[in-house]
């Protein structure tokens, strides 16, 4: 999965198996299973990125998926967004003792960066449904982009009751997809979801439409 940066991959274990847990980023009983369930769970969306993609992690947290994705890809561009003051820290801290000069780390909550952040594509993992999650995510595409949501089994089930608040968004293709079958037991599975911007309106036209849907005032009587 890691290639030749698989030492840099035992690394960030480490790190979350030692302050990821003093920091209250992971659970202790989560610490023996690191590797599948968390750092390779996450690694394995790598396939869902263009070559030299910039890409936004909402909610990074512990730096999942943001940190696994730049571990193995050495080529994308990836921009962690917490935003916890002590979490921004830990994150600061784990990529520069990996030396992950592809990594920037941003403290805010995404509504709060909207014009500072933006990329094609952003990810996100178990932060909200989908719906609320892409509320969030999508004025932080750039221009039409694709947001990756890493989701479980109830996946399509979450699209379908979700499609028309996500068609509102502009949401334009879906799509549930697999990864990791070859390592792991249990593939993640993300909703790949594409949204075309909406065109903004003026105030000038935003009133002139207020205004005809209330129906021109009726001439004065004499």
């Known amino acids: 999965m890691f290639g030749d940066r698989a030492p840099l991959a035992d690394r960030f274990v480490a790190i979350l198996?030692?302050?990821?847990?003093?920091?209250?980023l992971?659970?202790?009983r989560e610490v023996p299973r690191l590797w599948e369930r968390?750092?390779?769970?996450?690694?394995?969306?790598?396939?869902a990125f263009p070559a030299s993609a910039r890409l936004v992690d909402v909610g990074s947290?512990?730096?999942l998926p943001g940190i696994?994705?730049?571990?193995?890809?050495p080529d994308l561009d990836v921009h962690l967004v917490e935003p916890m003051q002590r979490r921004t820290?830990?994150?600061?801290?784990?990529?520069a003792q990996l030396g992950l000069a592809n990594v920037t780390v941003h403290r805010g909550r995404a509504e709060e960066l909207v014009g500072v952040v933006?990329?094609?594509?952003?990810?996100a993992r178990a932060v909200a449904r989908v719906a609320k999650l892409a509320r969030w995510c999508v004025p932080l595409l750039d221009g039409r982009g694709t947001l990756v949501a890493m989701k479980g089994r109830s996946a399509q089930e979450e699209l379908e009751a979700d499609?028309?608040?996500l068609t509102r968004l502009g949401l334009v293709d879906a799509a549930v997809r697999q990864h990791g079958e070859s390592v792991l037991d249990e593939p993640t599975i993300t909703l790949d979801l594409t949204f075309e911007p909406r065109p903004r309106r003026s105030k000038a036209a935003a009133k002139a439409a207020s205004k005809g849907r209330r129906g021109t005032p009726a001439p004065p009587t004499t």
């Not at 769970?41 to 396939?47: F, K, Q, S």
């Not at 696994?68 to 890809?73: D, K, M």
């Not at 820290?89 to 990529?95: A, E, G």
């Open 26 to 28: 992971i659970g202790p």
């Open 68 to 73: 696994a994705l730049a571990i193995a890809r």
């Open 89 to 95: 820290d830990w994150l600061s801290d784990t990529v």
């Open 118 to 123: 933006a990329a094609p594509w952003v990810t």
């Open 38 to 47: 968390h750092v390779l769970n996450c690694a394995v969306i790598e396939d």
């Open 17 to 24: 198996a030692d302050t990821g847990v003093s920091h209250g």
């Open 163 to 165: 499609r028309r608040d």
């Open 61 to 63: 947290g512990a730096g």
